[in-house]
């Protein structure tokens, strides 16, 4: 249960104002039909998220566990220093020949490739050395941070709410950092 709700947590916070969540609110914006979209989130998701948590487990077994300690920690106060850096906007571009689904999931997975949160779902898999519970954990994080959006950021957001998400989401990486080396 701990690797589960820490990887959800993670994950939560770490795509609060993420380049995701803008391609969210683009493909919404978009095609105008939520539920496909989130759909190929969840699917790009599972996929883009299952083989880093595949290749955690892969690592772990692989290096020393004094070693993996420090990289672990190292990792994670890693992330949480890239998370003080503002994703940049880049525009999306949709072909409508794909439809929702398709072109959420193809452009979920491509954004989600050395994405942070990819790499903390690696770094999670090497902490917890548990496969389920870190995908669904981490698949449950991208969910709960854009559903949402889906459905009613372009309300809500605002340049201050992300800049305090970026903030807490780095803090909590630090934090995990440090506890890994303890």
């Known amino acids: 249960m701990e690797a589960f709700l820490s990887s959800t947590l993670l994950v939560t916070l770490g795509e609060i104002g993420d380049k ?8 919404v914006c978009r095609f ?9 989130v969840i699917i790009a998701t599972l ?3 299952g083989l880093s948590v595949w290749f955690g487990d ?24 890239w998370m003080l850096i503002p994703d940049r906007d ?9 439809g929702p689904f398709l072109t959420a999931l193809v452009l979920f997975f491509i954004a ?19 496969f389920w519970p ?6 449950a994080g991208m969910i709960a941070a854009n559903l949402p959006v889906i459905w009613v950021a ?5 340049e201050r709410l992300e800049r305090w998400a970026h903030r807490i989401s780095a803090a909590l990486f630090i934090v995990f950092g440090i506890w890994a080396l303890v």
């Open 20 to 27: 995701t969540q803008l391609l969210s609110l683009a493909l």
């Open 47 to 49: 996929i883009n998220h």
């Open 90 to 98: 880049e525009e999306v571009k949709t072909d409508p020949r794909f």
């Open 154 to 158: 372009h309300r809500l957001a605002g």
């Open 112 to 130: 989600e490739i050395g994405d942070k949160t990819q790499l903390a779902t690696v770094a999670l898999a090497v902490r917890f050395q548990e």
């Open 134 to 139: 870190v995908l669904l954990g981490s698949t």
């Open 58 to 81: 892969w690592l772990s077994a692989q290096i020393p566990g004094q070693w993996l300690r420090w990289i672990l920690g190292l990792s994670f106060i890693g992330l949480g220093l």
């Open 32 to 40: 105008r039909r939520p539920w496909p979209i989130l759909a190929g």
